[in-house]
């Protein structure tokens, strides 16, 4: 009889290990945002994802992965890589017996470092009556957002831009104002937040120090020299941000 017991014990014992094994894990996922994006090419433990527009998605961040029509998850997944719009994943953990090739979708989900840099982001600044974005954790580049149209400035010209930059570094000492550069579009994410795709509108900025409209096809950025006559002609149509640069001391 007391062998029996024993026998009952450990089996009562073993059962609520399981058991725990298997809920526990419902318990620490965090709650996962409503919003999923679609798997592609899985491969293996890794597998693409096309990065949503509205979030910026940096290496390290991490998610939950899902199965087609199911709310609960299935396992985590790290972000490895970020090019362009697409994200590289590497599988974390997944559920005992869920084969990986039926992970349908993700959701991103912030994590440590993600949270720390949220906390250290910066508030924008206000110069001229414009707001300025913050760029990068360390507060060296701010970007005028939304955009500003030419059409506002007094004087439909380089000149009159120009002296809108010269009020803004007047007002503010810190930071140094010009146009954005095209060798920053992609080191600083602005394709991220301004939409060189749109025919609608022609977006300024400098090419090796000269005037030019930049735009995007078929995700390559090409750019073309612009004149002042151009200005005028297209001023309704044309757009431009301004970006502060922190200035050495």
């Known amino acids: 009889m007391k062998n029996l017991l024993k026998r009952l014990n450990k089996f009562s014992v073993a ?7 298997w ?3 419902l318990h620490l996922y965090p709650l996962y945002p409503q919003e999923t994006y679609k798997v592609t090419q899985p491969r293996a433990n890794y597998f693409l994802v096309k990065m949503p527009l509205t979030s910026k998605i940096t290496i390290g961040t991490r998610g939950n992965l899902f199965l087609e029509n199911q709310k609960a998850p299935m396992g985590t997944f790290k972000v490895t890589d970020v090019k362009d719009d697409e994200c590289l994943c590497v599988i974390e953990s997944i559920r005992p017996g869920i084969d990986s090739s039926r992970l349908s979708r993700i959701s ?3 994590g440590p470092d993600q949270q720390k840099s949220k906390n250290k982001s910066l508030p924008p600044l206000i110069v001229k009556g414009l707001r300025f974005i913050h760029l990068a954790d360390n507060g060296n580049y701010y970007l005028s957002e939304p955009p500003i149209p030419l059409k506002t400035i007094e004087s439909l010209s380089v000149a009159g831009i120009k002296n809108l930059l010269y009020q803004i570094e007047e007002e503010n000492h810190r930071y140094r104002a010009d146009f954005i550069r095209f060798t920053q579009i992609r080191s600083l994410g602005l394709d991220k937040i301004i939409d060189f795709t749109d025919k609608n509108r022609i977006y300024l900025g400098t090419v090796e120090g000269k005037l030019s409209m930049i735009y ?3 995700g390559v950025f090409s750019y073309t020299q612009i004149s002042s006559s151009t200005l005028k002609k297209f001023s309704n149509n044309i757009f431009f941000h301004v970006m502060l640069e922190k200035k050495e001391r």
């Open 23 to 25: 809920i526990a894990p």
């Open 216 to 218: 995007q096809e078929n």
């Open 15 to 21: 059962w609520v290990i399981l058991t725990l094994w």
């Open 108 to 110: 991103f989900t912030p």
